[in-house]
């Protein structure tokens, strides 16, 4: 159960939503981290003790800012009532898509974020917990796949293919990052071509897969 305090001053009701909510405020508006809990709680007219009912630190409120983009993507994911009928292919093609739909809603504050770590997206420790449960999910999605391609890899490449998820993911996150075309449909058409490389190493078809995501790269000046 989420924890949520009420305050007896404003009646204003906290719990870590609208912790974070304040936060991306913050920093939208000041270009800069509070430099310290005290004059962040200060700022939106809360207690310390609120702040470190939910978060130990900055450095933890950011980790979960993240999570919550990921719990949100799966939360959305859930509503659709024809997901579960989706190839496994189409699943992962759902959850990147939805990703990006929330990160680009929230540009702004993830440019921010990400300001100096373009290459070396890896390292951040930030994105610890949406790493973990990211990576848990793809092999969720392998375990639970109703393809025979993905059944047959299950049981040697879990780990493998989770941790090549993910480095796939930051790939198409740091050219995001970077992306200039209408409505980001560079990045849409990177997706799908990332995905289905996966799907075709498993399959029978790599490197036509690879050459033709070679040369969308290559045309975009992202390698």
């Not at 997901?83 to 898509?97: A, P, S, V, W």
């Not at 090549?164 to 071509?193: H, M, P, V, Y």
């Amino acid at each position: 159960m989420e924890k949520v305090i009420k305050t007896t001053s404003k009646k204003k009701m906290i719990d870590d939503n609208f912790i974070i909510s304040k936060f991306m405020d913050y920093v939208l508006n000041a270009n800069e981290e509070p430099k310290k809990v005290f004059l962040f709680c200060k700022e939106i007219q809360i207690s310390e003790a609120d702040f470190y009912t939910f978060f130990g630190s900055i450095d933890a409120l950011k980790k979960q800012i993240w999570l919550k983009f990921f719990e949100n993507a799966i939360q959305l994911i859930e509503k659709e009532e024809a997901y579960e009928g989706y190839t496994d292919k189409n699943k992962l093609l759902t959850l990147y898509f939805t990703l990006f739909e929330l990160f680009t809603a929230n540009r702004s504050f993830i440019l921010f974020l990400l300001p100096n770590n373009k290459e070396a997206l890896k390292n951040l420790k930030s994105l610890s917990l949406f790493r973990s449960n990211f990576k848990s999910h793809v092999v969720a999605l392998i375990e639970g796949g109703n393809s025979e391609l993905f059944k047959k890899s299950a049981t040697i490449t879990n780990p493998i293919l989770s941790e090549g998820a993910w480095i796939q993911f930051l790939s198409i996150l740091k050219f995001w990052l970077n992306d200039t075309s209408k409505s980001f449909e560079s990045t849409d058409i990177l997706i799908e071509k990332s995905v289905n490389t996966v799907v075709d190493i498993l399959d029978t078809k790599p490197l036509e897969s690879l050459f033709d995501l070679g040369k969308f790269l290559w045309k975009e000046n992202k390698l």
